[in-house]
């Protein structure tokens, strides 16, 4: 192996993903065993709950209203005669949805932006670098307030793009300060010398590289944008037809559900909420054990 | 480009950047919306409050105010011109009362919550950190603590706030209910009774948002003292015979305090937004409740006035810290001079 490359700011060259003794080292690693079942637990009951639920289920006045959880509604009922259960199995997929788009969309934005802005350097870089700080220090929530009050009547998906299109800010960052150091290195000077284009050496000399850290940051994203959701539609600008983990605790707390007692309507999409981000934080842990040599001398 | 205009230099076209890019953001947002911006609003409206000859009249200021029949950039300017006199126009649902009016009844709220918080989290946090990483392993009670903490870091503000709520008022009526930053009744002013009701009142908003954000201060000061720790300049400090104390605070401490004040400057925009939300849980009346309710009745200019003085001040705190920087590290100093 050639020279140790210098770690420079939050991002590590980590080894390129796609040996198979990565992905058995994975599986042995229990932090992202264990992560890995809550969230496929989660996910998998509640996709499969939402495919036994009949249209009828879901009106409102479906069911007695304001019943704790029993054998006949197992999470309990709304103060508007909903299953705590169905809304639940709405839930889940949606803001799973939510996660998915917006990461996918923040995290490739942010590479494209990043690998641009650091290997042409120059006035691209300068123009880019400062539009990238602005987004840092700007709270998006307050992008995002404005633009979702704007657009009344968003849905999942709407949510989903809006929540993404501010998510690219802190890869770009990162990717760019990788792309900076990784440019200057022998085997990319080999590649432009043996004639290749400058898209084809982002695509298949610096962006390989950066593919482990990618999948990283894409975790973290995954939580932020679910976060980002609950806190729009706490504050009343989530989808108001559909139903998500935020939009469950909007109704609940509109209802008052805390002072009525109604625990296990307000509980459901807390807890729900809480277990996902645990699942996932310790996911990103076992991958950063895995495939970050220094950590794993430790596990 | 960066070298040439130094630190300070780069750090005030950022701030100035940011600030362009979101009045610029605040001003078109409304004009991208298909169709009229203001129809949605008064249809609204009328629904609403039913109001005929009132909303005529608003219209009418509305049109002339947004200047519909000038071009974009004619509007623009003008909307420059209103903005640097601090005009900011006047809410919809409760047509005299400027939007002004409103964000400064209740920015002494936000900025009270947010800076008591803010301030006590991150001292908190980063001396409880200091000390935990610098003792590591010798003490068993102090190293408890990092779990508390991996836990504090992980729970979003609102659902902290969501759990606290339920215990402390329901379930243990400790706290007063959520609601309003005072008794409903109690006549504002500076006497004792009166500050003792606001501190009551702002207690539980102000605990959700310490602990949450003192996870993250604590951890992230354990891991900068952990690193500093064997670094030459540390051994040298302890071969020379300093007392451990002094090695603590003028050694280890004080080198970790840059990252940890950088750390504060990059956050501050997520601890605003989960003090706005914070606030909405709990019906705290600062700016966060009055986005909320604005939104709620579709009153687009507080919603856009509140946004943009938000996204300012966040901007100017991040410049404020930066320009802090130089006068905790000497290297900074050094390079700009």
């Not at chain 2, 205009?5 to 005030?12: K, N, Q, S, T, V």
């Amino acid at each position: 192996m050639a020279a140790v490359p210098a770690v420079t700011d939050e991002l590590l060259p980590l080894p390129v993903i796609g040996e198979r003794r990565f992905v058995a080292r994975l599986l042995g690693n229990q932090k992202f065993v264990l992560g890995m079942v809550i969230f496929l637990a989660i996910a998998g009951v509640a996709l499969v709950g939402s495919l036994g639920v009949e249209p009828a289920e879901r009106r409102t006045g479906a069911v007695p209203a304001r019943q704790p959880p029993s054998a006949a509604a197992i999470l309990g009922t709304t103060s508007l005669g909903q299953s705590v259960a169905v809304q639940w199995t709405q839930a889940v997929p949606n803001s799973l949805q939510v996660g998915l788009i917006a990461a996918t969309i923040g995290t490739a934005v942010g590479a494209v932006i990043g690998l641009v802005s650091g290997y042409f350097g120059g006035i691209v870089d300068a123009t880019l670098r400062v539009l990238i700080d602005v987004f840092l220090s700007v709270p998006s929530l307050l992008f995002l307030i404005l633009i979702a009050s704007l657009m009344r009547g968003v849905s999942v998906l709407g949510m989903a793009l809006i929540i993404g299109i501010f998510a690219w800010a802190w890869p770009a960052r990162a990717v760019r300060s990788q792309a900076l150091s990784l440019k200057e290195r022998p085997f990319v000077q080999v590649a432009r010398l043996s004639g290749m284009g400058d898209t084809e050496i982002i695509g298949r000399e610096l962006l390989p590289h950066m593919m482990a850290w990618l999948g990283a940051n894409f975790l973290n994203a995954f939580i932020a944008a679910i976060l980002a959701e609950s806190g729009l539609s706490i504050l009343g600008l989530g989808p108001q037809q559909e139903m998500t983990l935020g939009m469950m605790i909007y109704w609940a707390l509109n209802y008052s559900a805390i002072f009525l007692n109604l625990w296990w309507w307000w509980l459901t999409p807390v807890v729900t909420l809480m277990a996902l981000f645990l699942s996932l934080y310790l996911v990103h842990l076992g991958l950063d054990e895995v495939g970050n040599p220094r950590l794993r001398t430790q596990a | 480009m960066g070298a040439s205009i130094g630190y300070l230099g780069e750090r005030l076209i950022t701030f100035v950047a940011t600030v362009v890019i979101s009045v610029t953001v605040v001003f078109f947002a409304p004009r991208l919306v298909p169709g009229d911006p203001l129809g949605a609003i008064f249809s609204n409206l009328a629904s609403v409050g039913g109001a005929s000859g009132i909303s005529e009249e608003l219209a009418q200021d509305y049109r002339e105010r947004f200047g519909l029949d000038k071009s974009l950039g004619e509007q623009y300017l003008t909307y420059l011109g209103d903005l640097a006199q601090g005009d900011l126009g006047y809410s919809i649902p409760i047509y005299p009362t400027r939007v002004s009016t409103l964000i400064w009844n209740a920015v002494p709220w936000t900025v009270g919550l947010l800076g008591v918080t803010t301030l006590i989290s991150w001292v908190l946090g980063s001396l409880l950190g200091a000390l935990v990483g610098w003792s590591g392993g010798r003490s068993r009670l102090l190293q408890m603590l990092v779990p508390f903490a991996l836990v504090l870091y992980t729970t979003p503000y609102f659902i902290l706030a969501l759990l606290l709520i339920s215990l402390l008022t329901s379930y243990w009526p400790i706290f007063p209910l959520p609601g309003g930053a005072y008794s409903v009744g109690a006549e504002p002013g500076w006497t004792w009774s009166f500050i003792a009701d606001v501190i009551q009142h702002g207690a539980l908003p102000a605990l959700s948002i310490i602990l949450v954000s003192l996870g993250w201060w604590f951890l992230s000061m354990r891991s900068l003292i952990i690193a500093e720790q064997g670094q030459d300049h540390i051994l040298w400090a302890e071969a020379k015979g300093l007392p451990q104390r002094r090695i603590f605070w003028a050694y280890a401490f004080r080198n970790a305090l840059l990252p940890q004040t950088t750390g504060l400057a990059l956050s501050i925009g997520n601890i605003v937004g989960g003090a706005l939300i914070t606030e909405v849980i709990f019906a705290y009346p600062g700016l966060g409740y009055l986005i909320y309710n604005s939104i709620r009745q579709s009153d687009f200019p507080v919603v856009q006035g509140s946004v943009l003085l938000l996204v300012v001040c966040t901007a100017a705190a991040n410049l404020l810290l930066d320009l802090a920087n130089p006068l905790i590290d000497p290297r900074i100093r050094a390079a700009r001079a």
